[in-house]
Structure formats: structure tokens, C-alpha cells
């Protein structure tokens, strides 16, 4: 069988995007773009082998990055050149003779689902040259000077992606015969095989809107909200139940609901868990004392922490001004300062332990809604905090993440919400299952979806 080989392509300089550095090490959610990436195709059990293409320049940053994330798969450093064919062109030289497949993708769409990726190397299997690609949406106009001279049917026309993936003596004969073209123009690999190997053809597979290129500065506030409302891929993830013995657990909000759920969950897996909350043992994550002395202990019978998750949140759903202050500050306390006490009163064990930080937040964080102006709004405000903290303690090895599920059936949604039909709602099993799978994943920055199976 054939080995995949995922060609990164990492050459570019960023001129466009207005910053000091080159755009592929723009951070966003935590990590560098290029981080985000490699992180993909690392993940993908089909991915064979990793080679990144960078400008010269950025080789020994590269390095650098390569041994800090301990990626397995990455071989290979190439150096690319002044065009982005070149690029391509050191890559086919590199694995020349060899019977793989090339899968090139831009370094700069870190939000390459693993959908996509499934799709492409699965028509690798009938097809030599593979292309994503989605719809158009907006008419395009061909023009002449400043007037229009013709107007496509849009029906036929698509928007192309990366990964474009080539058997490797499919594309090194098509880049053979137009490098002898004088006229030689490319903007993209499948676009050579097209015009100098009509014959082969070049089978599309749909691509995703968030797998979008960050081009210009504007890109990166779009690019900011995809990795926002990133839905989770980890269901078909499974838990690593080797990484998580002897482990240790701290879940804040582990009395009943969610919390109780993760607590049974971890602690089949062999973990050692301890819980606290208001009504177990008197523990308040809104007083940072509190949480300070659960901690210690925690760390005084166990000597390390390795996990700290935090289910803790209050929901009164109530026009603003039918609620009282002190209802309003409870659930500010709990809900967001409570956020920030577990967040720097964990940092010094899990810097130690090079551990994992569990928050979570709401559907209700994307938009703020009638009756749920203090719940939504605290929400948000933990997805934002748990970006900007995640990017802060990478250095530390600290991976911080947020479970966002959707309607939970939960003892507080019932006293919010009374009696709803069962099959309406997450069960709080599922949610502790993904919130365990976080834990064996390396995410980080990111807000994971959890949604009922048949969505």
C-alpha cells in the first residue's frame, strides 16, 4: 500500500497580511497557525509521514517547533523557493522514486477538517489527482479592461482548497512538462495536471468554509471566530486509557450532574479523583480560598495534580430586571470569577505536571439571549478567557480547553426548564465521555462541541 505523505507548505512571507513575521506563525487559539495544521494531519491515522516546505529563512524556527510539539510523523524540512511551485517541486524532488502519494496543503488553512482529509486519501484509491473544492456562491464575472466580457454558469464553477493529492509520478511528470512551457503559469498543483495532463483526470472532493486560507489581515478576525465555533472531532477519538492511569484528578462541580458523571467516569479509568463543591464540602470556586485549600489538599495526599475540571455554573433564567443583585453577583461569582480563582490557583501544579485544564461554557456564548443575559454573557466570557490563557500557558505545556454541550439533561436544567422529552437532550454520559477524551487529546485553546448523536 502506498504511504501518504503530507506535504505542508509553509514558503510564504506574509506580505499580504500586513505582520512582521510570516502569517503561518500568527497565533490563534492558543497555538501558531502552522501548529494548528500539522496538528491535523499528526492526528490522522493516515497520514504516513509529515514533510514541511518553509522559507530557508524559517528552517531552524521550524526545528524549534518540531521538537517543542513532539510530533512523530514529521521527517522532513525542505526548503522552498521564490514561487509557490517551487515548493512543490523540492517536495516531488524529495520523495522522487518513491511509490507514495504527495498530499500538499497550505500551512495557512489550519482549519482542515478530518472529514476532508478522510475523503481525499480515500478517492487516492481510484483517482491519481485529487482536488477540494467548494460551490460558488457569488457570481463571477470574466472581464476585459473595465467591462464585463462574459459571465460563467455558476452552476459549473467552484472555489478550489487544499489538500490537492497526487500519486507522486502523476504530478512530477505533469511539473516535467511544463517546466520545458515557456509561457509556464500556475497558480496551484491540480491546475498543471489539468493543462499538461488533460487525460488524467482530477476527481473533486466538497470542501468546508471554515477550511479557509488566512490571506489578508482581515482573515484573522474570521479566522479567530472558526476556531471559535470549532465543533469538536473528538468522537471518534478513543480514550487512551493508558495515558490516564495513576493520574490525578481535581473536578470542581463534581456532586452531582456532569461533574458526577466525570468523576465515575475517571475513576474507572483509574484515575484518582477528588471533587468539591458548595454542598459536598463547603468549597466555593467564587472564593479563591476555597480553592486554594482544596487544592493543597489534594496535592498534600496525592503529591501532584494532573487534571483540574470545573462543572461548577448557576443558570437563572429571568429577564435582567426581575432579578436581585445578589442573585446577579452569585452567578457572576460562580460562573466567571470562579472561572479565573480555579485557573490561577491551578497553574503552579499543572506547570509542574505539564497538565490539562477543563472548563465549560454554553451554546448560548455565540449570542446573547432574552432571559439569559447574565448566564450567556458569563459564558462567553470563559470561551475568550480560556483562549487567552491557553495561548499564555502553552510555553508551560498546559493544555486548556472548554466542553461546550448542548442541551444537557441536568438538575439544573430541570429546575430551570421542569420535564422535557428525554430524546430532546445530551445525556450527561456523553458529556463526561468527551470531556475524558479532551484529556487523552492534544487540543488546547480550543471549545469543544458536545451534541446528541443524531445531529
Known amino acids: 500500500m502506498r504511504k501518504n505523505i503530507a506535504i505542508i507548505l509553509a514558503g510564504g512571507v506574509g506580505s499580504r497580511l500586513g505582520l512582521s513575521t510570516p502569517k503561518q506563525f500568527f497565533k ?87 472529514r476532508i482529509l478522510n475523503d481525499v486519501i480515500d478517492a487516492l484509491k481510484n483517482y491519481d489527482a485529487i482536488d477540494v473544492a467548494m460551490p460558488a456562491t457569488d457570481t463571477i464575472i470574466e472581464v476585459k479592461g473595465d467591462f464585463i466580457n462574459n459571465i460563467p454558469d455558476r452552476s459549473k464553477l467552484k472555489r478550489g482548497q487544499t489538500p490537492q493529492a497526487f500519486h507522486i509520478d502523476t504530478i512530477a511528470k505533469a511539473y516535467d512538462i511544463a517546466l520545458k512551457d515557456e509561457n509556464f503559469k500556475v497558480t496551484d498543483d491540480c491546475g498543471v495536471v489539468v493543462k499538461y495532463l488533460p487525460k488524467v483526470p482530477v476527481f473533486v472532493v ?20 472558526f476556531f471559535q465555533l470549532r465543533k469538536s ?106 472561572t479565573v480563582n480555579v485557573a490561577m490557583s491551578s497553574f503552579q501544579y499543572l506547570k509542574e505536571s505539564k497538565g490539562k485544564l477543563i472548563f465549560f461554557t454554553s451554546s448560548s456564548y455565540t449570542r446573547g439571549r432574552a432571559f439569559y443575559s447574565i448566564y ?39 429546575k430551570n426548564f421542569g420535564i422535557e422529552p428525554d430524546d430532546s437532550l445530551l445525556s450527561a454520559d456523553k458529556v463526561a465521555t468527551i470531556t475524558v477524551q479532551s484529556l487523552t487529546s492534544e487540543f488546547t485553546g480550543q471549545v469543544i462541541d458536545v451534541k446528541r448523536d443524531n445531529e
Open 28 to 114: 490563534v487559539a492558543g497555538k501558531m497557525v502552522v501548529e494548528h495544521t500539522i496538528d491535523t494531519f499528526e492526528s490522522n491515522p493516515h497520514i504516513d509521514e509529515i514533510a514541511i516546505v518553509s522559507n530557508p529563512f524559517f528552517i531552524s524556527d521550524f526545528e524549534s517547533i518540531i521538537i517543542k510539539n513532539g510530533w512523530k510523523k514529521v521527517k522532513k524540512i525542505l526548503k522552498g523557493g521564490k514561487e509557490r511551485y517551487d515548493s512543490s517541486l523540492s517536495a516531488i524532488k524529495a520523495y522522487e522514486g518513491s511509490d507514495v502519494n504527495l498530499i500538499f496543503h497550505d500551512a495557512v488553512r489550519p482549519l482542515v477538517s478530518q
Open 206 to 225: 466538497n470542501g468546508e468554509e471554515s477550511n479557509m486560507k488566512l490571506t489578508y489581515k482581515e482573515d484573522t478576525y474570521l479566522l479567530d471566530k
Open 233 to 338: 472531532e473528538l468522537n471518534d477519538i478513543p480514550i487512551d486509557e493508558e495515558m490516564l492511569n495513576g493520574k490525578v484528578a481535581v473536578i470542581f462541580g463534581g456532586s452531582y450532574g456532569i461533574g458526577e458523571n466525570i468523576a465515575e467516569l475517571l475513576k474507572e479509568k483509574k484515575v484518582e479523583v477528588y471533587c468539591f463543591s458548595r454542598s459536598m464540602n463547603k468549597v466555593d470556586v467564587g472564593n479563591k480560598d476555597d480553592v486554594e485549600r482544596a487544592l493543597k489538599s489534594v496535592l498534600d495526599k496525592s503529591h501532584r495534580i494532573d487534571y483540574v475540571i470545573t462543572t461548577a455554573g448557576l443558570l437563572n433564567k429571568e429577564p435582567l430586571m426581575s432579578s436581585d443583585y445578589q442573585t446577579i453577583q452569585n452567578a457572576i461569582n460562580t460562573n466567571y470569577l470562579g
Open 376 to 414: 450567556s454573557s458569563t459564558k462567553a466570557a470563559i470561551v475568550n478567557f480560556v483562549q487567552a490563557i491557553a495561548q499564555e500557558w502553552e510555553p508551560f505545556g498546559i493544555a486548556v480547553n472548554c466542553i461546550n454541550p448542548e442541551r444537557t439533561k441536568t438538575p439544573m436544567r430541570v
